[in-house]
C-alpha cells in the first residue's frame, strides 16, 4: 500500500509543509491523523473488507475535512 503523503499530494506547498510540521504541533497532529485515516480507508479498500457504507463514508469525510484544514493552513503559510 503506498501512502500519500501531504507533500506529494501538494507538492507547491511541501516547503510550506514541511515547516508547519517543525513549528506547529497542532499541525503535525492533524497531519499525523490524515495519514492515519488514509491508511485505515485504503487498507479496507485494497483488501476488500466490506464495511458499513455510513462508517466507511464517516471516515470518508473525515479524511477529506483534514485533508482541507492541512491545505488551507499551508496555503496560508506560504510567503
Known amino acids: 500500500m503506498t501512502m500519500r503523503t501531504l507533500e506529494t499530494e501538494f507538492p507547491d506547498l511541501a516547503d510550506s509543509i ?3 510540521i517543525q513549528d506547529s504541533i497542532q499541525f503535525k497532529t492533524d497531519r499525523d491523523s490524515y495519514h492515519k485515516l488514509d491508511k485505515a480507508i485504503r487498507g479496507l479498500e485494497e483488501r476488500g473488507i466490506a464495511t458499513d457504507d455510513d462508517h ?3 471516515l470518508k469525510t473525515q479524511r477529506a475535512r483534514l485533508k482541507d484544514q492541512l491545505y ?3 496555503k496560508q503559510h506560504q510567503p
Open 56 to 58: 466507511f463514508k464517516e
Open 18 to 20: 514541511r515547516h508547519l
Open 72 to 74: 488551507l493552513k499551508a
